[in-house]
């Protein structure tokens, strides 16, 4: 079920206005561009066309890429379009038409992927991944603090939020075993993400320093890097991980523009080592972090609140790390901050750390959990501080675990 | 420079016919699907509408994707029409037209890439890269022998062959070195690969088995996997390879169908632990290994002749591994077999393992090597036994260094 505006917290008012693709009942085959406003989808294309806009090209679309492959003088200008549209009382009637309610509307994975890298960027994450992955080594690794470590994962696999996850199959083994085994995952995790979304290209060979970050970035979304913890440990080494993430990346069906944001900005924490210049953000006009505030659910339950802000690498810096050997961005581009976990417990964002792999069950109403148990439901969702005391929701991402269906 | 069909073997005979994007000086924005015979290019959708060819709506288009959507049968039927029309004289001349001299045209990338991934599947390479990155540790991780080791890559920067490449740049740090330095790649490496080309796609959640191997996959060509060594070293723990891989890795124009590779199978060398079923081959119709016999030469020199005969993982094992846990398959998706390394120090696929990490350098008639000088110019070969004691070329992957255009 999507998201609803929660109590006197309007989440998704004309501050906000994020984007996705959405299509109706009387009309399953035609995906459409829309603006959420508070419970109601905006038919953005439509309202376009009868309100005689001159963004009619990039808003009647079935897909966010060509408003996304615009650039940032196209985001700004459609923005304040939507903005007027959707403040303007005098606009309300003539909008009634294109509005829809959310609920009666199906929402669409709204851009294609191009390529999808996950980070490894919160201190608290990666020192908790580290001691339980590597007892007795040394938790973080040697260059954790000079570079924002990460990988490409599958982008043929990222999916829309509601969209069932199959409890994939795998090998695993103990270190102690005398084999691998094969089966459906025991250890079905999940980590508690911000996607960032690509929508200018950069051109071969040329890094995109700190300063282009919102020259190419388009917004943000949420994302659950699903992972299968016993996969990982036995398939890791030595190029990291593969299967135990390629099988589904949730993302939420909202994509909330940079600009949405703007009072969300937060100084990141202070770093402990030198950086090198293409990262040194010290200097930047405008601070690097965000505050999102995120919750993560099972089958409805609370059990964590990961605070985005205390990420120890910003979204800039990894965007200008991925960039700085010349590899090129592309529209659709998708990159994920790492699972976000607070320095407290109840702030972690996998089970991994919530349960320190199983030692340690969470006790649920619908009973104690390790890793995932098939039918369980997980739901990231996060506000941001937005102008004048408003508050910004990001989409909420939401997936259901269901049985594997065997070989 | 293209390459020529050497001396008296034919490698690109009517018993090849690979598939490419070319255009023409006259029409450089036309991009149109061509198929190799000897050193011409077909103007394959111009010669399917003179000859009323039912295969028109597949060869009359821009890149090589509706062909490799369209699925085995589709290929196999393609695959004997242009046999027959190139092989029968009476056609030569209505075909006259369509032909176009190879050093005439220019070759592009002939399909959008989805997924690139990567594998690790040389025992050889494997033990040899493993002995240089972890002196004093185990070369072969407890993983290798039970499952093909892979990772994903960046599918937005895989390019055509042919296409320059420059220097990147990074961090690198040496163990005893006080903090990483950042400029060029100071050992920039090649990797000298096989990749298969994935034709029709598969569903999400339902693993392709061995057997359905040929059922997906459409083709093969040479892929140099660019490697920078001090990149690598410092960046690559706990997650795996990211930059220095992701700023190129480069294909060859000509995509080989697998058919064409018919008479090239051969069995994989022996496994020295038993496999679980979903990899296990023993019983397989046909063998899972290609003698495809490589060459890899700087500046025209020939430094190494891999043979990929050696590989201990097949593409089929692969192919098998990378969905079990569910994950789809789509058009355009590429793999790399991993680096090419036979046992004899003159068939290794990488300058890491041919100058033993700049220990033992390459005397070329260019100078020393250790790695990859600003001027350099690499190319990979490849051919094949084909029918009745033809030989079956695969397209080359040749690519030039140029410098590090700095900060």
Redesign the interface.
Known sequence: MPERSSGGDDLFGPHNLPYGVFSTADEPGRRRLGVRIHDDVLDAGAAAHALGSPYEALLAADSLGPLMAAGRTAWRDVRRALTAWLSVPAHHAELRPFLHPLDAVTLHLPYEV??Y?DF?SSEHHANNA?SI??PGGVAL???WK??P?????????V?VSGTDV?R????R?TPTAP??V?GPSTKLDIEAEVGFVVGAPSR??E?VPLAAFRDHVFGVCLLNDWS?RD?QA???????????K???TSVSAWVTPLEALDAARVAPPARSE?L???LDDAGDEEPGGLDLRMTVSINGEEVSRPPYATMYWTAAQQLA??T???????TG?LYGSGTVSGPARDERGSLLELTWDGEDPLVLPTGKRTYLEDGDEVTLTAWAPGPDGTKVGLGEVTGRVTPS?G?
Chains 1, 2 share one sequence.
Do not use: C
């Open positions: 191009a390529d890298v490894y580290g992955f590597r690794t040697p260059n000079h570079l470590v990460g990988y490409h994962g599958r982008a043929g696999t999916v199959v994939p199959m795998g090998q083994k084999q691998p094969f071969h060979s890094p299968a996969i036995w398939e890791g080494q030595p190029l990291g991980p593969f299967l135990a390629s099988f589904a030198p090198l210049p293409y790390h991925m700085i050997n010349g590899a090129s961005l592309r581009d269906p070989l």
